[in-house]
C-alpha cells in the first residue's frame, strides 16, 4: 500500500479550490456587476470556509460579448472590474492569508477587437494575417468545411474587406488563434509570464482541446445519436476540429514554462472521454497537472454508473497523476438545479470525499439554485442565439446571496443579472448560523477532510454499489480509515456488504441527528442521506460477493 502520510503532498493536492465569477460574486460600487475590490471584501468568508486557492472567471479588458471569454488585452484589468492596483492587492491578501490565485487563461481565441485581430483582418499580406485561421472559400463558394459554432450555426465568418472565411469554434466576436504559428505560441507563453511573474499561482486553460484543428481541415462526421434538445453543436462530432495529436506538444511547453517557477498550477477544460482525457496528464506527467474531470456533471445520477465510473477514472490514472473532481462551473446548470436540494447535499459529501483535488462552484456552498431569467433579460450569447432549446448559462451565473439585506449583500445597485427571489431566507448570514443547512455541511465536510489525511491525500477503495446506493474507503497508512455511504436515491436504502465487516461511528450526515451514532456491520439510510463513518476496525470477510464487491477486497 502506498504510504500516503509520508509523502509530502503540493497545496493544490491537498488544497480546495473556489471558482468565483467574477460578475456575480460581490459589488463594491453600486454599478451592480461584481469586481476585484467585491473579493477582497470577502476574502475572510473564503479563509473561513477552508478553500485553498480561488480560481478567477477571466478579468481582462473585453467587449464582454462572451463575459470576457472574449479578451482584448490579455494582459490588462476589465476597467469594470478595477484596476491593476486592486488586482496586486487581492494577490498580496490572497498570500498573506496563505491562499492561492489562479487565473483563467484563454488562449484559443481573443476578441475582434484585440489588436491581432484588428491587423490580421486589415489585409491578407499583413504580418499578422497567420496568426489566426483564414481560409478560402470553395470552388462552389460555399464555406471551407462544415464545422461549426458550439454557440450555434457555422464556425465561419466571411470577411468582406480580404475576401476570406475567418474560423470562430465560438462566437463571431471571438475568431480563433492559429495555434500552429510558432509566433502565436510565444505571444501566449509571454502572457502567461506576465503573470506568473506578477505572482500568479496558475491557470485554468480555456477550450483547451480546441486550440489546435486538423491540418487537412476535414468535414467532422455526423452524430448518429444528436437528439433536437440538444445544441445545434452536437449535430456533429468535432473529431477533426478538437483534441488533434499535436496539441500535447504545446501542452509540454505551457507545463515547462510553469516548471520555471515554484509550484505553479494547470488545470485544463477539457470536455474528452476519460481514456482521452487523462492523456493530457501527458508521459511522466508533464502537461497539465490537472485536466478537469467533468463526469460528476456529464453523468446521469445513477448510483451504479457513477460508482463504476469512478473506477474507470481511478483505472486510468498512472504513476502520479492527480485525480480531481468538480460537481458545478460557470458553463453547467448548479448541481442543486440537477439532482435536487436533498441530492445535492450527498453530492457535496462525495465531492469532498473522494481521492483528488474538489474544485467548487461559488454559491453552491450555499444551495443556490438555477433562476429562470426572463427572455427579454437573457444575457448569456448561447441562450440568444439557441433560445428554443432553454440553454442559457445566465441562471447558473446569478449573484452571490450573502444576506437578507437589498439584492442579498450583493450590490447597492441594481445588479447585472435578477437575483433568486427566496435569497432572503437562502443566503450565507442564516445558514452559517444553521446546524441543518448546505453550508454547515460544507463546513463540516471540509473541516474534516484538512483535519484527516485518509481524506485529503489517502487512498481510495471502493466497497459497494447496487442501484440505490455506492460505498468507499479512504484510508492512509497509520491514520483512521474513514467509510463513505452515500444514497443517491429517494427511498430508503440498507447497507449490508457481503465483503467486510466494520464498526465506527458516524462523525458526518446529511441527517446531523445521526451524527456520534455508532453502528456495526449494516446501516440504514433515509432517502438523500450520506454519512461518514469513522472506523474503529474494519476486515474483509469470505463470502460470494458481486462482482463489484471483489474489487473491493484488499
Known amino acids: 500500500m502506498q504510504q500516503e502520510n509520508q509523502k509530502q503532498y503540493l497545496w493544490w493536492q491537498d488544497g480546495i479550490i473556489y ?25 475572510d468568508y473564503l479563509k473561513n470556509l477552508g478553500v485553498k486557492a480561488i480560481w478567477l ?14 479578451i482584448s488585452d490579455y494582459e490588462g484589468i476589465w476597467p469594470t472590474f478595477g484596476t491593476m492596483a486592486d488586482f496586486d492587492e487581492l494577490l498580496a491578501k490572497l498570500h498573506a492569508a496563505e491562499m492561492k490565485l489562479i487565473l483563467d487563461l484563454v488562449p484559443n481565441h481573443s476578441s475582434d477587437e ?9 489585409s491578407r499580406d499583413n504580418p499578422k494575417r497567420d496568426w489566426y485561421i483564414w481560409k478560402d472559400a470553395r470552388p462552389d463558394g460555399g464555406l471551407p468545411n462544415n464545422w461549426l459554432s458550439v454557440f450555434g450555426g457555422p464556425a465561419w465568418e466571411w470577411d468582406e474587406q480580404t475576401r476570406q472565411y475567418y474560423y470562430h469554434a465560438f462566437l463571431v466576436k471571438q475568431p480563433d488563434l492559429n495555434w500552429r504559428n510558432p509566433a502565436v505560441e510565444r505571444a501566449m507563453l509571454d502572457v502567461m509570464k506576465f503573470w506568473l511573474d506578477k505572482g500568479v499561482d496558475g491557470f485554468r486553460v480555456d477550450a483547451m482541446w480546441h486550440m489546435i484543428k486538423d491540418e487537412q481541415w476535414r468535414d467532422n462526421p455526423h452524430n448518429p445519436d444528436y437528439k433536437e434538445w440538444m445544441s445545434t453543436y452536437e449535430q456533429l462530432l468535432p473529431v477533426y476540429s478538437t483534441d488533434q495529436p499535436e496539441m500535447h506538444g504545446i501542452v509540454i511547453k505551457m507545463r515547462k514554462l510553469l516548471d520555471e517557477y515554484d509550484e505553479r498550477l494547470m488545470i485544463a477544460e477539457i470536455y474528452l472521454p476519460v481514456h482521452r482525457l487523462v492523456a493530457y496528464y501527458g508521459t511522466h506527467d508533464k502537461e497539465a497537472h490537472l485536466p478537469f474531470n467533468f463526469m460528476l456533471i456529464s453523468l446521469p445520477w445513477d448510483s451504479r454508473l457513477i460508482a463504476a465510473s469512478i473506477d474507470e477514472y481511478e483505472g486510468a490514472l498512472v504513476a502520479d497523476d492527480w485525480p480531481n473532481w468538480v460537481v458545478g462551473n460557470h458553463d453547467q446548470p448548479r448541481i442543486t438545479s440537477r439532482i435536487g436540494m436533498g441530492q445535492a447535499k450527498v453530492a457535496a459529501m462525495l465531492l469532498l470525499t473522494l481521492r483528488g483535488t474538489p474544485t467548487l462552484y461559488y454559491g453552491d456552498e450555499i444551495g443556490m439554485r438555477d433562476v429562470p431569467i426572463p427572455a427579454d433579460e437573457v444575457q448569456d450569447p448561447q441562450g440568444l442565439n439557441m433560445p428554443e432549446k432553454n440553454l442559457s448559462r445566465d441562471p447558473e451565473r446569478t449573484p452571490m446571496q450573502w444576506d437578507a439585506s437589498t439584492n442579498a449583500g450583493f450590490t447597492a445597485g441594481e445588479p447585472w443579472l435578477r437575483l433568486d427571489r427566496t435569497f432572503r431566507r437562502r443566503n450565507a448570514a442564516i445558514q452559517a448560523t444553521t446546524e441543518y443547512s448546505h453550508l454547515c455541511l460544507y463546513q463540516k465536510l471540509i473541516r474534516l477532510r484538512r483535519q484527516e489525511s485518509s481524506l485529503m491525500t489517502g487512498a ?7 442501484n440505490q446506493q ?17 444514497n443517491l436515491s429517494h427511498r430508503p436504502c440498507y447497507f449490508t456488504p457481503s465483503t467486510i465487516r466494520f464498526t465506527g461511528v458516524i462523525v458526518v450526515d446529511t441527517l446531523p441527528e445521526q451524527e456520534q451514532v455508532s453502528v456495526k456491520d449494516t446501516i440504514g439510510l433515509f432517502g438523500d442521506e450520506g454519512m461518514i463513518v469513522e472506523l474503529d476496525d474494519w476486515q474483509p470477510v469470505s463470502a460470494n460477493p ?6 473491493a477486497m484488499p
Open 19 to 43: 471558482q468565483v465569477y467574477p460578475r456575480s460574486f460581490q459589488d463594491s460600487n453600486g454599478d451592480g456587476v461584481g469586481d476585484l475590490r467585491g473579493v477582497i471584501q470577502r476574502l
Open 57 to 70: 472567471s477571466p478579468i481582462y479588458p473585453s467587449p464582454m460579448a462572451d463575459f470576457g471569454y472574449d
Open 114 to 122: 484585440h489588436p491581432w485581430f484588428r491587423e490580421s483582418r486589415s
Open 460 to 466: 481510495y477503495r471502493p466497497v459497494y454499489s447496487d
Open 470 to 486: 455506492l460505498a468507499y474507503i479512504r484510508e492512509a497508512t497509520g491514520q483512521p480509515a474513514f467509510l463513505i455511504v452515500l
Open 546 to 551: 458481486t462482482t463489484h464487491e471483489l474489487s
